[in-house]
Each structure stands twice: as C-alpha cells, then as structure tokens.
C-alpha cells in the first residue's frame, strides 16, 4: 500500500507524526505534494457500486467519493476521486483515519497539510473540500 498502514493502538496525533515524517523527507514542499500525488496514483480503483451520489462528498470542486464503516470501534473506509491532487490529499488523510479508534476519529482535527507545508500550493476552493473530506470521515467514524 502506497500510504503507511497503522496498528489500531497508535493514537491520531502519532500516526499524523509518523505520515509528516515520510513525507518531509522531501525539502522542497512542491515535490512533497508531487510524492502525495504518486503515492494515491498507486490506489486501486474504488469499486463501481461506491462511484454513485450516495458516497459522493458535498462541497469538493472534484468528484470524492468516500464510503465507511465502523467495526470493533476501528474506522475502514473505500475512496477515490477524479482529481489526482484531490486524491492525495483526501489519500493521506484516509490512511491517517483507516483502522483509527473511532471515537478519537470524531474529535481529532488533523494538520496534516500545514505541517508538511503544502497549503501555500493548494487552492482555497480545495482547502475547502478537503475540509468537507474530513468531515466526512468523521462523520463515518460518529457513526460507530
């Protein structure tokens, strides 16, 4: 898998430092949202039967669709998105939130895009989505 998988025991704030820490390795912050980018390209397609309005994230300029669930209080969730850049960036913040404890998933707001230093070279409009992305994962997360 092109994102770091997690042991269910890290808490949000250590799986946040640990996916900085992959990336900032990459001193120039261009490049590191280009890896960001690669990493999603390595995805496998969602599944057809999530790619409906249902799973579809309100707000995003790019179609997101994202779906989840909760099983033994542990986070799981399926997405894509038409846009690559849109991809990475909902990409890391799947993987930060996949096999999280779902009750600290509701509550945590991440900073991941700040502290690897990428929001200079992402739109507002996106900002925003991404924002509505997370919500969304929260959203499943509150549902367990």
């Given at each position: ?45 969602l ?9 579809l ?63 200079n ?24």
């Amino acid at each position: 898998m092109p994102f770091p998988a997690f042991a269910t025991i890290d808490s949000l704030i250590d799986r946040e430092s640990k996916l900085v820490t992959r990336y900032e390795i990459i001193p120039d912050p261009r490049e590191r949202l280009a890896a960001v980018v690669a990493d999603a390209g390595k995805l496998p397609p969602l599944d057809a039967k999530y790619q409906t309005p249902e799973y579809l994230v309100q707000g995003c300029v790019s179609q997101v669709w994202l779906a989840g669930s909760v099983a033994d209080g542990a986070c799981h969730y399926h997405f894509d998105a038409d846009s690559p850049l849109v991809k990475g960036l909902a990409g890391i913040h799947v993987a930060l939130f996949e096999n999280a404890n779902s009750n600290e998933a509701t509550s945590f707001e991440p900073n991941l895009v700040e502290r690897l230093g990428l929001s200079n070279f992402i739109t507002p409009t996106r900002l925003n989505g991404l924002a509505n992305v997370i919500h969304s994962l929260q959203k499943i997360a509150a549902s367990g």
